[in-house]
């Protein structure tokens, strides 16, 4: 048995949590530079706004209506979700995190009244940290996700599932002709692992509903499609296909990019956005315990605005492979000025860490073959300013091309004019309360 927890519109209930006069708001939460929206409550999706809608098309609803919009406060989320899954492994023995709001629970197996203790634990997560959730049970991880899809629905728009479902839906608690219900009213593209596009190919063949993806052959699913949907066939068929995932892949590559708040047309603000994007990148893959062999650094005008164009890249190979923040600052700030060139409005730019490999295979391999040191090893450094930065905060210890200070003489940084406070990870902004 699996179990999949979900935080409900998760960025909105965590600006919710410490704004309890958000509750029963449209509120949107707005993505870097506060371009569209990546998360919406209830009653701004009641307001047509969409997924990744640019927040110039709505805006105006703002002076119309009650609509608050807010600038993504990731440091908060982060938190909250890092509270919210210690919450969720009370459910079971194994936990799989599989984004920043949802979280598999396996070997879930002989527990008993599974059911009560799903809203025991959905009670404690709401209580303790005021996330609402919810919870689909079934002998599947694919099944697992469509009940927390129906138990989501359910509860969000009446009608669509049995109100008796919201919340917490167990499959194994549901009649024979409550199944095949559930999957008739579930839409073959709501189905984890068929896409969009997917969905679209199999509409074509009649294939509508989860109902018929259920009841379609094995065999043909692997044949005519792919070994992807004869899996899902099979765990919608209440075949377990899918394993708990208890350690994450080795990422392949890891990139830091981003839109500038404000269009650069000169070199120095660039290397100063250029030397961050490599500083995180550098953390991340110190993080994952990897060195990375190359190095891409890139940057272009946006595709909106009129004017010239601009679009280059640099790669740059490392030797040996390296997680050291100022080798892979340099070699991004190296191939920044290879491909630079002024006269242009650049809206964005980022650098991708290529061609990865475990940190622990590669000394092991120096060792083999006696690879000479030429560069003084900087990974104690980089242990300690990884340590600093964890303690006082992200950027308390940076090399020096990021720029002196955090504030944005450059134009460059995020625009966050929306941004709520890091009330549980910034002691100068932790909410005071007053009697």
Known sequence: MFALIDGNNF????ERVFRPSLQ????????????????????????????????????????????????????????????????????????????????????????????????????????????PTCIGLAPTKTLAKLCNHVAKDAERKPGSYPSQLARVCNWTELTREMRIDLLRRTPAGDVWGIGRRIATRLAEQGVLSALDVARMPAA????????????TVRELQGVSCIS?????????????????????????????????????AAEKLRHGNQRAGSLLVFAHTSPFRPGPRFNKSA??????????????????????????????QLSKAGVMLLDLCSATEHQQSDLLFEAPCTKRDHSQLMEAVDRINARYGKATVHVASTGQTQEDESGWRMKQER????????????????A
């Open 11 to 14: 960025y909105v209930s965590c």
């Open 24 to 131: 029963g708001l449209p509120v949107v939460v707005l993505s870097n530079n506060d371009g569209c929206a990546i998360a919406r409550s209830d009653e701004a999706k009641a307001m047509g706004i969409k997924m990744g809608q640019p927040y110039y098309q709505f805006r105006d609803l703002e002076r119309v209506s009650n609509l608050v919009c807010l600038s993504a406060n990731f440091e908060l989320y982060g938190d909250m979700s890092d509270r919210m899954m210690s919450l969720a492994a009370g459910l079971g023995p194994l936990q799989e995190i599989y984004s920043i709001d949802e979280s598999f629970i396996g070997d879930l197996d002989g527990i008993p009244d599974l059911t009560r203790r799903a809203w025991a634990i959905r009670a404690r997560i709401d209580k303790w940290i005021g996330i």
């Open 220 to 231: 043909k699913a692997r044949d005519e499609w792919s070994v992807v949907l004869e899996r």
């Open 244 to 280: 708990m995932e208890l350690a994450p892949p080795p990422k392949k590559q890891i990139a830091c990019t981003r839109s500038f708040g404000h269009p650069i047309t000169t070199l120095p603000p660039l290397i100063e956005a250029v030397s961050e994007f490599a500083s995180r």
């Open 315 to 344: 790669t740059i190979q490392l030797h040996p492979p390296t997680s050291d923040t100022t080798v892979l600052v340099s070699a991004a700030v190296s191939g920044l000025r290879r491909i630079y060139e002024s006269g242009f």
């Open 419 to 434: 941004r709520t406070p890091r009330y549980t990870t910034n002691l100068n902004e932790i909410p005071t309360a007053r």
